[in-house]
């Protein structure tokens, strides 16, 4: 799941020895959390099965078209 987000929250592929971007991608997420987000000893101990839990929270960009 994190490399999905990493990748739809870049706005060129391309090589790095590429002298223009050609790739013509656009950032499709920002990525709102930068490590995981574990549950608290509270909310384990209210509830054993969320100790494996993780949260990743990207925020999807709406790209304007043009159309009304």
Avoid: W
Avoid at 16 to 36: A, G, H, N, S, Y
Avoid at 37 to 56: D, G, K, M, T, W
């Amino acid at each position: 799941m994190k490399e999905f987000l990493r990748y739809k929250a870049l706005d060129c592929v391309c090589p790095p020895d590429f002298p223009q971007c050609v790739c013509d991608k656009v950032q499709e997420v920002e990525i709102l959390t930068r490590r995981v987000v574990r549950p608290s000893i509270q909310e384990v101990a209210a509830n054993p099965r969320s100790r494996s839990a993780r949260l990743r929270a990207a925020e999807k960009i709406v790209q304007y078209q043009g159309i009304v």
